[in-house]
C-alpha cells in the first residue's frame, strides 16, 4: 500500500489525526526533503525511517520503491507542502503503483490553490488549475490559452519570477482584469492582495522584498 499524505502549507497545525497516524504506521516515508519532513515528524514525535524522493531522483529510485511495496511494505509519500502529486512529485509513483496492482490511497487535506481560490472572491463553482508555468518554451502559449478562458483560472508563480508572470498576464489579458495574489498562506506574514492586475503589480512593485510561494487567482474573461 502507497499512502500520498498532504502536510501543512505553512502552519504545523494544519495536519488531521489520520496523517498522523498514517505517517507513524508505514515502514517508510518517502520526503520530497527530508530536512522539511524531518521537522513535521519531530514536531509529531513521529520516528518513522525517512527516504529522499523528489524531482530529481524519482525516475532512479522508483523501480527500489515499487519492489519494496511487492514485498508489503507500507509507504507514505509526502511533498514539502500541499498534497503530493499536485505541482509536486507522485504522478509517476501513483501511475507505476496502479500498473502494478498495488493499492493507492490519497488523504484529502492541505492544497494552496483552493484557500487562495476562495479568497479571492472571484467565481469558483468552475475554475482551471494551472500550477505552475513553464519557465521559458511554452509560457507565452499558455498564458494565452489562460486568457481566453471564460472560467477562474490558477497559477503558481515562486518570489522572484511573480512580477514579470504579472506583467505578462497584463499584457495577455488587460491590466484591468480582476484578480488576486495570495502568499505564505496560513504562515504568520499571511497576505492577499485583491484587484486588478494592474492593482497587484503596482502592490508587488512597492515592496523592498517578496518572500513565500505565491498563488495567483485570475477571473475568467466573460467578467
Known amino acids: 500500500m ?3 499524505v498532504p502536510t501543512p502549507i505553512g502552519n504545523l497545525k494544519d495536519i488531521s489525526h489520520r496523517s498522523i497516524e498514517i505517517l507513524n504506521q508505514v515502514d517508510l516515508i518517502l520526503a520530497e526533503d527530508t530536512r ?3 521537522r513535521l515528524l519531530k514536531e509529531y514525535d513521529i520516528s518513522t525511517d525517512l527516504k529522499s ?9 522508483l523501480e527500489q520503491v515499487i519492489n519494496r511495496l511487492k514485498q508489503g511494505d507500507k509507504i507514505a509519500l509526502v511533498s514539502d507542502a500541499g498534497t503530493p502529486g499536485i505541482s509536486d512529485p507522485g504522478f509517476l509513483l501513483s501511475r507505476e503503483a496502479r500498473r502494478e496492482g498495488i493499492p493507492v490511497n490519497c488523504l484529502p487535506g492541505a492544497t494552496a490553490c483552493i484557500p487562495a481560490l476562495v479568497n479571492s472572491g472571484l467565481p469558483s463553482d468552475k475554475f482551471h488549475f ?12 499558455r498564458l494565452k490559452y489562460l ?4 472560467n477562474t483560472f490558477i497559477i503558481y508563480a515562486s518570489p522572484h519570477r511573480v512580477i514579470k508572470t504579472i506583467q505578462q498576464l497584463i499584457e495577455h489579458c488587460g491590466e484591468e482584469r480582476p484578480a488576486s ?3 505564505e498562506l496560513t504562515k504568520l506574514h499571511e497576505e492577499t492582495i ?3 492586475l494592474k492593482e497587484i503589480l503596482v502592490a508587488l512593485e512597492e515592496k523592498s522584498t517578496i518572500k513565500g510561494e505565491i498563488v495567483v487567482v485570475v477571473a475568467g474573461n466573460k467578467m
Open 2 to 4: 502507497i499512502y500520498f
Open 36 to 38: 522539511t519532513t524531518g
Open 53 to 61: 524522493f523528489h524531482i530529481h531522483n524519482e525516475h532512479s529510485q
Open 130 to 141: 494551472e500550477g505552475f508555468l513553464p519557465h521559458k518554451k511554452g509560457k507565452l502559449t
Open 147 to 150: 486568457s481566453s478562458l471564460e
Open 181 to 183: 495574489l495570495s502568499r
Open 194 to 196: 485583491r484587484g486588478s
